[in-house]
């Protein structure tokens, strides 16, 4: 029997389309101190009384109209992913895949293993580029549960692989694939976070006074914002994309002290401009969801065209595509 085991971590997906579910996701969701830092009492306040109450009604009709045939596409290419992934691997690894809010949840998924006698364990956050919200609360999630086995097998944590040559390869050909010299401008878009998380990661330099844009510096090894730029920089040179035909922003704010420029005043402003077809991709995300799918195919989309443009096309995320599988197999490699 193999002794190896490899978790794929994704954010999560509420179980069906309906309030409760949604609340719950929610809650489980927006109650961790990696997502929303303030103090306790405040975000008990914030998240339990006023935001999930409210909030819960109006995502419920945004995944709505995500939801497909085949339920949540985050889950459905998880699955697709895993499956393949482990065919890909002939044996040399099984491979699990978790969500960090709802399910399959990371502590059940973790106690199957531990049931299983695996001695390695590689965990793999979805998430291209680290961030504390997004692959530190995944790490810490699958840590604090295997602290509490009797017998601690070897664990590696991956904690971003924005840089590997096979992720960027497979964006950079889903990106060709739809043929950007045919569109006026490509928007790199990014979910965004609080000005105040990127502050943590470099405290001895503020974030608006941090050159990344420009390259990365030395302290932005785990800067979400420098790698991001990183990203873009490296996918502009595999697609040989000229200086001025592109541009990077930030998405899903909840308040102006968020990530800049945001991504919806980006697509307005190149209406005003005189585009009229906007490209959009999103490499901060492996498949498709709410924020690309609703967020940027949909409402992003209806913006771009009141505002006078006619097509705003976004490209599809990895997926389950075959590029994705192969780069994922490059990624864990070496830790088996």
Not at 56 to 62: R, W
Not at 242 to 255: A, E, T
Not at 307 to 327: F, R
Request: charged letters at 20%.
């Amino acid at each position: 029997m193999n002794k190896t085991a490899i978790v794929l971590i994704n954010v999560g997906t509420p179980d069906e389309p309906r309030i409760k579910a949604v609340r719950r996701y929610l809650f489980q969701f927006l109650n961790d101190r990696r997502v929303i830092d303030l103090p306790l009492v405040l975000q008990k306040i914030l998240v339990n009384l006023i935001i999930v109450p409210f909030r819960a009604p109006k995502s419920t009709k945004l995944y709505e109209r995500l939801w497909t045939e085949n339920g949540s596409p985050l889950l459905y290419f998880g699955n697709r992913v895993q499956q393949q992934l482990e065919e890909q691997l002939a044996g040399k690894a099984r491979v699990f895949l978790a969500m960090r809010y709802g399910n399959p949840g990371i502590s059940a998924v973790l106690d199957q293993i531990r049931k299983g006698g695996f001695e390695k364990l590689i965990v793999l956050p979805l998430f291209p580029q680290y961030a504390s919200s997004t692959s530190g609360t995944a790490i810490q999630a699958v840590s604090d549960e295997v602290r509490k086995w009797n017998t601690i097998p070897e664990v590696h944590f991956i904690s971003q692989f924005y840089d590997h040559p096979a992720f960027l390869e497979a964006f950079a050909e889903r990106i060709r694939s739809y043929n950007p010299e045919e569109y006026d401008h490509l928007i790199f878009t990014f979910h965004g976070l609080p000005n105040r998380h990127l502050d943590k990661n470099h405290p001895e330099v503020s974030h608006e006074s941090c050159t990344c844009e420009m390259a990365l510096p030395g302290h932005g090894r785990f800067c979400y914002k420098a790698t991001c730029y990183e990203t873009v920089r490296r996918l502009a040179a595999l697609l040989n994309l000229k200086k001025g035909s592109y541009s990077v922003s930030f998405q899903s704010r909840l308040s102006s002290n968020w990530m800049t420029p945001f991504t919806d005043k980006n697509l307005m402003n190149r209406a005003s401009l005189g585009a009229k077809k906007l490209l959009v991709a999103a490499p901060s995300f492996v498949a498709d969801c709410l924020e690309t799918t609703v967020e940027i195919g949909c409402e992003y989309k209806e913006l771009f065209l009141r505002k006078g443009g006619e097509t705003l096309q976004m490209v599809e995320s990895l997926n389950d595509s075959p590029q994705w599988i192969a780069a994922l197999k490059q990624i864990v490699e070496p830790y088996l």
